[in-house]
T-cell receptor, first 115, second 112 residues
């Protein structure tokens, strides 16, 4: 079964350091999402891509977060510098266009701990 | 302002009985609703969905009911099994290629 690949699964870093997360969506899925889930909360959208273009990054803290999907396939989410409040699960998801767009398929996530 | 609300953080049910998880929403533009299930250290997995033109959708042990006038949906699991123990997220979206908006989740514990 096709799946969304994410790495690393776990990352521990000190505050003020830089961290990066990688996501490879399901082949053929044009739309890619990065969500953040803080413990006890639901996932919250950080950024949405349609192919290589950003569709929605209104909730992305742009002073420290950046995301790119240069060739419209895999994507990288970067945080620099990391802060204590960034500790969370970072989830990547992808979806088809058209009739399949309603269901997002999530990866296993990257859990970040900032010390 | 939370657009999707799951007011019960946790629910405990005996094996074999019915589990009912509830979700309320405030945005009348939502036209598609989904339930996701999440185990610890894993990403959410899609469970079942319903379009706003329907009031019920059933898939095996799982049934989702939608009451548009009350802006309320519920997920019924019957019979509940220990493997159903997980966090369940309600999610909704408006039409078009818009992102899902999630509730905070309800932790279901099915006791053998």
């Amino acid at each position: 079964e096709a799946e969304v690949a994410q790495s690393p699964r776990y990352k521990i870093t000190e505050k003020s350091q830089a961290v990066a997360f990688w996501c490879d969506p399901i082949s053929g899925h044009a739309t890619l999402y990065w969500y953040r889930q803080i413990l006890g909360q639901g996932p919250e959208l950080l950024v949405q891509f349609q192919d290589e273009s950003v569709v929605d990054d209104s909730q992305l803290p742009k002073d420290r977060f950046s995301a790119e999907r240069l060739k419209g396939v895999d994507s990288t989410l970067k945080i620099q510098p990391a802060e204590l409040g960034d500790s969370a699960m970072y989830l990547c998801a992808s979806s088809l266009n058209g009739a399949g767009a309603n269901v997002l398929t999530f990866g296993a996530g990257s859990r970040l701990t900032v010390l | 302002d939370q657009q999707v609300k799951q007011n019960s953080p946790s629910l405990s049910v005996q094996e074999g009985r019915i589990s009912i998880l509830n979700c309320d929403y405030t945005n009348s533009m939502f036209d598609y609703f989904l339930w996701y299930k999440k185990y610890p250290a894993e990403g959410p997995t899609f469970l079942i969905s319903i379009s706003s033109i329907k009031d019920k959708n059933e898939d095996g042990r799982f049934t989702v009911f939608l009451n548009k006038s009350a802006k309320h949906l519920s997920l019924h699991i019957v019979p509940s099994q220990p493997g159903d123990s997980a966090v369940y997220f309600c999610a909704a979206r408006t039409s078009g290629n818009t992102p899902l908006v999630f509730g905070k989740g309800t932790r279901l514990s099915v006791i053998a």
